[in-house]
């Protein structure tokens, strides 16, 4: 693992359209992550925020709310990411809501051309403007990244597409809209919904989702969105969905991304402090991060 870590933070609630996200970097922080990941001995710099604009009033875009926005911030964001990863440094992004994945995904591949991509998620973040129920930005990164959707989330960075629908793993989906199911089973994605999870196991499903992401690939990245876990463990999330990943599974799974060292950029998003218990989500963040960059008991 890349001992040299940056830290970019991304204050950015519009692709959710519901405030508090916004707030996910702060709380991350003041959880600790930089403390915790010091002393696991990675040299981290801290970057700071990435400037979000506030629209005065409400914007919709073809089924986009906030598109200018939205396109702002992940502009930005795919530069900072991208000066990082050329500096080799490792990006680790502090959401903010789930669009954000549309710049670090931007970021990361102007670098490195075939990206293996780990989606830890209760969705799937697939939808297009057409088959978005709610013109929210934050279930549209991964059908941007590949390439699919409105022409500026697509062509951000002045490419598409981003990633390929084979060098991506789905972990923990168990709230899908028609239009992403048609699209998964289109386009071959691999998924381990919460029944393959339950039945096979976290550890075949992460063995298996390793060896998927990593074949043929120039670097892996992790996205994790919090509401990927039960929101018994991670209360603090916009659309919580019951029956999904255990706090210790989530460890186990992070676990074991560490002891295969395969990542080269990493997300964690959605932490919402104004629905959270006592910072809780944000101190699970801390604890996931934590395990994906070696953290152990003994």
Known sequence: MNKNISIIGVPLD????RRGVEMGPSAI?????????EGLGYSVKDIGDIPVSRPQTFSETENHKYLDEVFEANHLLAD?????VEAGRFPLVLGGDHSIAIGTIAG??????????????AHGDLNVGETSPSGNIHGMPLAASLGLGHNRLVNLGGYAPKIKPENIVIIGARDLDPGERKLIKEKGIKVYTMHEIDRLGMTRVMEESIKHVSNGTDGVHLSLDLDGLDPLYAPGVGTPVIGGISYREGHLAMEILAEADILT?????EVNPILDRENMTAKVAVALIGSAFGDKLL
């Not at 519009?14 to 359209?17: E, M, R, T, V």
């Not at 900072?80 to 990082?84: D, L, Q, S």
């Open 29 to 37: 922080r003041h959880a600790g992550v930089v403390e915790r990941l």
């Open 14 to 17: 519009l692709g959710a359209d």
């Open 80 to 84: 900072a990411v991208r000066k990082e």
């Open 265 to 269: 950029s990493a997300e964690f998003v």
């Open 108 to 121: 990361v591949a102007a670098s490195k051309k075939n990206v293996g991509v780990i989606w830890f998620d």
